[in-house]
């Protein structure tokens, strides 16, 4: 019904920047779309959230990357994006795709994509 495929990890030094993308697929009809947001999950540690969009455009991000990522979402195509920059070692995580819609009126959902790799080298 929803498919959600990122793209863009990959291995970045320290300082640098990497930009995610996140293309969506929606077979059928929804009735609204919630959010669109980004969550990293590091090996031993539990998925945490790194940027999230509501349908009007408000962003939220948590302390730990506040001023150095950005989320933005193409209207037109649904695309999700997540510009990194000054990436530091502990960013380095699996980069997940998540999207909260309303599949109906009282049906709400969450979808997934895979996950994208990204290792930020010292």
């Known amino acids: 019904q929803v498919q959600l495929v990122e793209s863009g990890g990959g291995l970045v030094q320290a300082g640098g920047s990497l930009r995610l993308s996140c293309a969506t697929a929606?077979?059928?009809?929804?009735?609204?779309?919630?959010?669109f947001s980004w969550y990293r999950q590091a090996p031993g540690k539990q998925r945490e959230l790194v940027a999230l969009?509501?349908?009007?455009?408000?962003?939220n991000y948590p302390d730990s990357v506040k001023g150095r990522f950005t989320i933005s979402r193409d209207s037109a195509t649904n695309t999700v994006y997540l510009q990194m920059n000054t990436l530091k070692p502990e960013d380095t995580a699996v980069y997940y795709c998540?999207?909260?819609?309303?599949?109906?009126?009282?049906?709400?959902?969450?979808?997934w994509g895979q996950g994208t790799q990204v290792t930020v080298s010292s």
């Open positions: 969009i509501t349908s009007g455009g408000a962003t």
């Open positions: 998540n999207a909260d819609l309303l599949v109906t009126m009282m049906n709400r959902r969450e979808f």
């Open positions: 929606i077979s059928g009809t929804i009735y609204a779309i919630n959010t």
